[in-house]
T-cell receptor, first 116, second 110 residues
């Protein structure tokens, strides 16, 4: 979905390096999420944020940190990258609209990260 | 959150109807059932969502029996472009985080 962008799209880094993956959205949603996907596995939630002042750990937050700089921006950092963090990373947004009972998540195109 | 079980993979041919069933025995009263589709190297995309009985949109139908312990995603007359992974998710209404399992890999052949 072009309304959710991720940079970079591909990144190769070395063990021990600090890197940041960025996510921006123009959908005006309050909620944002970071997932990782490994080959043959589903998506696993790393962190999520329901508004600018809200940050929550997901299923696999160890080794990651996030920053919600604004409603539209949600960054994921790997403080000291390790090879088993090699994966496809997705950012998503959602919101609960008036009259709806649950929300729909809209995903970005993904960032392919390789840690050597 | 309710755990879901769905087949790892399914095969079909162009023009056939495909039904993918998801089991969610411990679904809660306020849980909704949502299906997403994911193409290789792309993020998942919402397909359909329902609470009970039948829901239909331009892409698929979702059948949910009265006990809500399972649900079936029905894709009418599939084409090659329907080859993707399909995820069944169950979660409460309102503010929620969804759990994506491994999904069902649907392969459509000519």
């Amino acid at each position: 979905d072009a309304d959710v962008t991720q940079t970079p799209r591909n990144r190769i880094t070395k063990t021990g390096k600090r890197i940041m993956l960025e996510c921006s959205q123009t959908k005006g949603h309050d909620r944002m999420y970071w997932y990782r996907q490994d080959p043959g596995l589903g998506l696993r939630l790393i962190y999520y944020s329901f508004d600018v002042k809200d940050i929550n750990k997901g299923e696999i937050s160890d080794g990651y940190s996030v920053s919600r700089q604004a409603q539209a921006k949600f960054s994921l950092s790997l403080e000291s990258a390790i090879p088993n963090q090699t994966a496809l990373y997705f950012c998503a947004t959602s919101d609960l609209l008036p009259g709806e009972d649950t929300d729909t998540q809209y995903f970005g195109p993904g960032t392919r990260l390789t840690v050597l | 959150l309710a755990k879901t079980t769905q087949p790892i993979s399914m095969d079909s041919y162009e023009g056939q109807e495909v039904n993918i069933t998801c089991s969610h025995n411990n679904i809660a009263t306020n849980d909704y059932i949502t299906w997403y589709q994911q193409f290789p190297s792309q993020g998942p995309r919402f397909i359909i969502q329902g609470y009970k009985t039948k829901v239909t949109n331009e892409v698929a139908s979702l059948f949910i029996p009265a006990d809500r312990k399972s649900s079936t995603l029905s894709l009418p007359r599939v084409s090659l472009s329907d080859t993707a992974v399909y995820y069944c998710l169950v979660g409460p209404s309102g503010y929620s985080t969804l759990t994506f399992g491994k999904g069902t890999m649907l392969l459509v052949s000519p």
